[in-house]
């Protein structure tokens, strides 16, 4: 359903309405996202082709559907070797977050109680005026403060308008009660990005010396 919207195959229309009104919510999103494209004359203005909005199955104005965001979240490191089913449901729990060029979306400092992957967009993470990285298509970032619940350490603004998708500590929780193998993936990802980190400082003093 989701490649026949998506390549625009206008002769399967008829099954697409079939499929629109079945009793799964999933199939039903889908099927609707998939005939308004059909019908959809161009990309609404700002949204790539493959972001036309759409309703979720919740009924709220969303851009990417649910299947979107599962091919979204298999990109990311922490959910490597997830089930489809499992990210489908992470998937309804995530809120879609824009931001426009020029908006922080964390500050130093705050209570942390969300973490974010960039769906679309380009952010900058910043001490001050002291750039530590930029943050790319499928990357993750405020995941730190879910895991100590410590304040925030670093400020995040995005650089052009930015497409995010925010998973909330509740929800987070219940992931890592419900699917303990993710926390344990997300420990080794963070162990690895600390043995890097303690790699090119070596390096550095090494290079001093």
Do not use: C
């Not at 999933?26 to 972001?51: F, I, K, Q």
């Not at 001050?128 to 993750?140: I, S």
């Amino acid at each position: 359903i989701y490649l026949a919207g998506f390549l625009n195959e206008r002769g399967l229309r008829d099954p697409l309405q079939t499929a629109a009104a079945s009793p799964d919510p999933l199939v039903t999103e889908m099927a609707v996202w998939a005939l308004g494209r059909l019908e959809s004359d161009g990309p609404n203005t700002g949204a790539p082709d493959h972001l036309i909005a759409h309703r979720n199955t919740q009924g709220e104005i969303a851009m990417l559907t649910t299947v979107e965001k599962v091919i979204l979240l298999k990109s990311v490191e922490f959910f490597a070797g997830t089930s489809d089913s499992v990210l489908a449901q992470l998937a309804g729990q995530m809120e879609e977050i824009t931001v426009a060029a020029g908006e922080t979306i964390i500050e130093k400092g705050q209570e942390g109680d969300s973490m974010y992957v960039v769906a679309q967009g380009l952010l900058r993470v910043h001490v001050d005026e002291v750039d530590l990285a930029w943050m790319w298509e499928n990357e993750v970032f405020g995941e730190m403060s879910l895991l100590d619940r410590a304040p925030r350490s670093a400020s995040v603004t995005a650089m052009k308008d930015s497409l995010l998708i925010r998973l909330g500590l509740e929800a987070f929780s219940e992931l890592l009660e419900d699917h303990p193998e993710i926390g344990q993936r997300i420990l080794q990802v963070m162990a690895q990005r600390l043995r890097i980190a303690n790699l090119k400082l070596s390096v550095l003093d090494t290079t001093r010396i």
